[in-house]
């Protein structure tokens, strides 16, 4: 299975962009990125995901680089409710059908 | 339409003790999943079900079990608790299993606290 890894934390200042990178180096020919993030004592929340093209939907744009290895989570303004934490994960395929593989994500902290 | 919901959303229980959580998925999802989340090892994942039927398995042990009704609805049992099962469990649901497009959606969690 692909592992992600992820900057520990990050701050942004609200109405700025939020750009979080993410590397998945090891990532095969047939997994999809996928995005969740988890605000404080929630569950977490479907943002977006792909396979190779970037993709963009109302919360966010997803940026993967051309050989895949790596990829960027972009909020274009920053709220103070995005202050959650990002997790960057790697759907994996064969036998292990249905569930994801959570790391520790990314701290985003939203300033005024 | 409604979310996951789980129930109960808060519990707290004594060493030795057994506890079954409930997930009601999304009308309309056949696969409900199952994670373990704690502060050291963040989001893990317990098993998977799909049509009543044990898809597939994290690391975890024996104690910790599943089920799926034919409404789509599961519940997860854990048995002789210890300490260390203090967890916030998460539920998700899906469409199917297996086809690398599906999301998932998480519910809210039931925070199982064990003394």
């Known amino acids: 299975d692909a592992k992600t890894t992820q900057p520990t934390s990050m701050d942004c200042a609200e109405g700025r962009a939020a750009n979080l990178p993410c590397n998945h180096s090891?990532?095969?020919?047939?997994?999809?990125v996928y995005w969740y993030r988890q605000i404080h004592s929630q569950g977490p929340q479907y943002i977006i995901h792909?396979?190779?093209n970037n993709e963009t939907n109302e919360m966010a744009s997803l940026i993967i680089t051309e050989d895949r290895k790596s990829s960027t989570l972009i909020l274009p303004h920053a709220t103070l409710r995005d202050t959650a934490v990002y997790y960057c994960?790697?759907?994996?395929?064969?036998?292990?059908?249905?569930?994801?593989?959570f790391g520790k994500g990314t701290k985003l902290s939203v300033k005024p | 339409k409604a979310g996951v919901t789980q129930t109960p959303r808060y519990l707290i229980k004594t060493r030795g003790q057994q506890v079954t959580l409930s997930c009601s998925p999304i009308?309309?999802?056949?696969?409900v999943s199952w994670y373990q989340q704690t502060p050291g090892q963040g989001l893990q994942f317990l098993f998977e079900?799909?049509?009543?039927?044990?898809?597939n398995k994290g690391n975890f042990p024996g104690r910790f079990s599943g089920r799926q009704f034919s409404n789509s609805r599961s519940e997860m049992n854990v048995s002789t608790l210890e300490l260390g099962d203090s967890a916030l469990y998460l539920c998700?649901?899906?469409?199917?299993?297996?086809?690398?497009?599906?999301?998932?959606?998480f519910g809210p969690g039931t925070r199982l606290l064990v003394l």
């Open positions: 079900y799909f049509s009543e039927t044990q898809r």
């Open positions: 009308s309309g999802h056949r696969s």
């Open positions: 090891t990532i095969s020919g047939n997994e999809y």
């Open positions: 792909g396979l190779k």
């Open positions: 998700a649901s899906s469409l199917t299993s297996g086809a690398p497009w599906k999301t998932q959606y």
């Open positions: 994960i790697v759907r994996v395929s064969g036998g292990s059908q249905g569930n994801l593989i």
